[in-house]
C-alpha cells in the first residue's frame, strides 16, 4: 500500500520551488552567510543523484546548515524574518530527506 | 506502507541530523508560527519534523520529546474545515504511528489528537456530535472532486483517518478499553 503525497502539500511545495529568492541580497542584508549560500546553491536545481552526492560528502556541513552547530545557527533560524527563505529552505530540507 | 517515500531521500542527512544535541530545536518554534492554518510554514515544518523522526523506526528520546509539540500542531489542522489541509494532518499521523513509542505519545494525547478523528468519523456518518442521527450516507457537496459521504468528509480523508485508527489498535492492550470513551 502506498499514500500519494496530498495534492495540497505538493502544490505548495512546487510553487515554492518555482518562487525566485534574492540570495545575494540575503547574503549583504546578513541573513545568511556566503558559506551557507554555496552549500545551498550546491544542492538547489541540480539533479538528485548529484545532490544526494554532495550531501553525503559533507554531512556535518549540511547538518549546520540546516540546524545549526558550533555555536552558530542554522538557515532556519537565522533567517527566521525572511518568510520566503524560510519556506524555500523547509522545502529543500523535505526534497533532500525524501528524495523528492 | 509508505515504505519508499522516505528512503529514496538521503537517510545519511537525517541521520546526521538526528546526532545534533538538539535537532528539533530551530523547526519546534515554526509550528507555532501563527494561528493561520494556511499558513505554509507551519505546514512545511511539519512535513520535515515528520520525516526526521520517521526516518528512524526506533524513536530517540529526541524524537519523542517532539512528538506533543508536532501532535498538537496536527490536531488543529484536523479540526478545520478544508478537507485537503485534514488530509495532510491525517496522512503525517499515519506516517508518525509506525513508531510504537509514537502510538503511545498519541495517545496521551488523546483528547486533542483522537477527539477530532472521532469528529470526522461523525460527520462523515451524519451524525452530530451530540448523537442525534441525521440520514445516514447523506452524500452533501464536498469541497473535493472526489466522493464524498455526509458532512462533506472526502472520501480519502475518511479512508486515512480509519488507517490511523487501525494503527492505534496495535496498542490494543493500552487502548482498547479506553476507545469507547
Redesign the interface.
Known amino acids: 500500500?502506498?499514500?500519494d503525497?496530498?495534492?495540497?502539500?505538493s502544490s505548495?511545495?512546487n510553487n515554492?520551488r518555482a518562487r525566485p529568492i534574492p540570495w545575494d541580497g540575503a547574503v549583504r542584508a546578513g541573513t545568511i552567510t556566503d558559506n551557507q549560500l554555496s552549500k545551498i546553491r550546491a544542492v538547489d536545481k541540480v539533479r538528485k543523484e548529484q545532490?544526494?552526492q554532495t550531501?553525503?560528502a559533507d554531512?556535518?556541513g549540511?547538518?549546520a546548515l540546516?540546524?545549526?552547530?558550533d555555536n552558530k545557527?542554522?538557515v532556519?533560524?537565522s533567517a527566521a524574518k525572511r518568510?520566503d527563505v524560510?519556506?524555500y529552505i523547509?522545502?529543500l530540507?523535505?526534497?533532500?530527506?525524501?528524495?523528492? | 506502507?509508505?515504505s519508499?517515500?522516505?528512503?529514496?531521500?538521503?537517510p545519511?542527512?537525517?541521520a546526521?541530523?538526528s546526532?545534533?544535541p538538539d535537532?528539533f530545536?530551530?523547526?519546534l518554534p515554526?509550528l507555532a508560527h501563527s494561528n493561520n492554518s494556511e499558513d505554509?510554514?507551519p505546514?512545511?515544518?511539519s512535513?520535515?519534523v515528520t520525516?526526521?523522526i520517521a526516518?528512524s523506526p526506533d524513536l530517540s528520546t529526541k524524537q519523542a520529546s517532539a512528538l506533543p509539540k508536532l501532535f498538537s500542531y496536527l490536531a488543529t489542522l484536523t479540526k478545520v474545515s478544508d478537507g485537503?489541509?485534514q488530509?495532510?494532518a491525517v496522512?503525517e499521523y499515519?506516517t508518525l504511528l509506525r513508531s510504537r513509542k509514537a502510538r503511545e505519545a498519541f495517545w496521551e494525547q488523546r483528547k486533542e489528537t483522537v477527539g477530532p478523528l472521532t469528529d470526522i468519523l461523525r460527520a462523515a456518518a451524519g451524525v452530530g456530535s451530540n448523537g442525534d442521527s441525521a440520514t445516514l450516507w447523506s452524500g452533501a457537496s464536498a469541497r473535493s472532486s472526489e466522493g464524498s459521504l455526509g458532512g462533506g468528509v472526502g472520501l480519502q480523508l475518511l479512508y486515512?483517518v480509519l488507517l490511523v485508527l487501525w494503527q492505534l489498535s496495535f496498542e490494543g492492550a493500552a487502548i482498547g478499553e479506553s476507545f469507547d470513551e
Not at chain 1, 503525497?5 to 502539500?9: A, K
Not at chain 1, 540546516?66 to 552547530?69: A, R
Open positions: 500500500m502506498s499514500l503525497p496530498p495534492t495540497y502539500l505548495l511545495q515554492i545532490r544526494k550531501v553525503e554531512l556535518d549540511y547538518r540546516f540546524v545549526g552547530g545557527a542554522g532556519v533560524e518568510a524560510v519556506q523547509l522545502v530540507l523535505a526534497d533532500l530527506l525524501e528524495g523528492a | 506502507m509508505d519508499n517515500r522516505y528512503y529514496v531521500g538521503i545519511a542527512l537525517s546526521a541530523i546526532e545534533h535537532p530545536k530551530p523547526f515554526l505554509p510554514i505546514l512545511l515544518t512535513n520535515v520525516s526526521l526516518a485537503g489541509l488530509d495532510i496522512l499515519s486515512h
